[in-house]
């Protein structure tokens, strides 16, 4: 089992930034690639961005490139989401979800952990 604690939502207003945290527990942080999701109300649950098991490799869904920035920290077993320059659009509950293996970064089905989520609230 791994255990997955989202952290740092908020209210920002458009162009503003904030970062999220996903803190990890249970197993072997580093046996799993980390993602995360996102659901605005009405709509289904979308794939933001991904991080590979080494860190190495990092998907990014159309919307968020070059504004949204994955990292993770082995150390802190935590996988982070830094987001500038948000929009109303961006306005979600965010997910962190764990998968053990490198492939099918954007498919929510091959995920195996999944966080409770964070709200994101960006007003115009």
């Known amino acids: 089992q791994v255990q997955l604690v989202e952290s740092g939502g908020g209210l920002v207003q458009a162009g503003g930034s904030l970062r999220l945290s996903c803190a990890a527990s249970g197993r072997t942080f580093s046996n ?4 995360w999701f996102r659901q605005a109300p009405g709509k289904e649950r979308e794939f933001v961005v991904a991080i590979s098991r080494n860190g190495a490799g990092r998907y990014y869904a159309d919307s968020v490139k070059g504004r949204f920035t994955i990292s993770r920290d082995s150390a802190k077993n ?3 989401l830094q987001m500038n320059s948000l929009k109303p659009e961006d306005t979600a509950v965010y997910y962190c ?3 053990r ?3 099918g970064y954007a498919e929510q089905n091959t995920y195996d952990y999944w966080g409770q989520g964070t709200q994101v609230t960006v007003s115009s």
């Open 32 to 35: 799993y690639a980390m993602g």
């Open 101 to 103: 293996y490198s492939t």
């Open 78 to 80: 935590t996988v982070n």
């Open 97 to 99: 979800a764990a998968k």
